[in-house]
């Protein structure tokens, strides 16, 4: 009797390691596949890529948001990339085209927005390749394909 209680328990641990093993994988292969985030479908086109590590905030918040000519930016539903950080203003921010550069454009925000550590004091400022956004406490990163 010991031996076949034994026995079952050695499958149930197998299959309990096999299990484990296969959500690993699995865990790693959608992480690899976040990365890549559509290369191909999105290739040229600027975008905002999260700094933040999703998994440390409160609110549901995308890795990527693809630029358009304009974007909102806010805690209101009403805007095209939603934060429902408490420090991010209703209408924030936005980030619109002109003359085919970026233009990220502070709309009286309570707690400011900050490109590269530094508050916008002129209310706007010219997006390059590589410049951080911050939000509330949260963090973009402006890439752009043609820089």
Same mark, same amino acid.
């Given at each position: 009797m010991? $031996? #076949?209680i034994s026995? +079952? #328990? %050695? *499958?149930i641990f197998? #299959? +309990? +390691? *096999? #299990?484990? +093993?296969f959500g690993v994988i699995r865990l790693i292969y959608? $992480?690899?596949?976040?990365? !890549?985030f559509k290369k191909s479908e999105n290739e040229g086109y600027p975008y905002l890529k999260l700094i933040n590590q999703r998994e440390n905030l409160d609110f549901k918040i995308e890795e990527t948001y693809m630029l %358009? !000519?304009?974007?909102?930016? /806010?805690? /209101? !539903? !009403?805007? $095209?990339?939603v934060i429902k950080d408490p420090f991010v203003s209703g209408k924030h921010a936005e980030i619109n085209v002109v003359d085919n550069n970026f233009v990220l454009r502070d709309l009286n925000s309570k707690n400011g927005t900050f490109l590269n550590g530094e508050i916008l004091q002129e209310g706007f400022a010219y997006l390059k390749d590589g410049d951080k956004i911050k939000f509330g406490l949260i963090d973009f990163l402006f890439v752009d *394909?043609?820089?």
């Open positions: 010991f $031996d #076949l026995s +079952i #328990l %050695k *499958y197998t #299959l +309990i +390691i *096999y #299990l484990f +093993i959608l $992480d690899i596949k976040s990365m !890549n %358009k !000519n304009h974007i909102s930016v /806010g805690r /209101g !539903n !009403n805007n $095209d990339i *394909y043609k820089a």
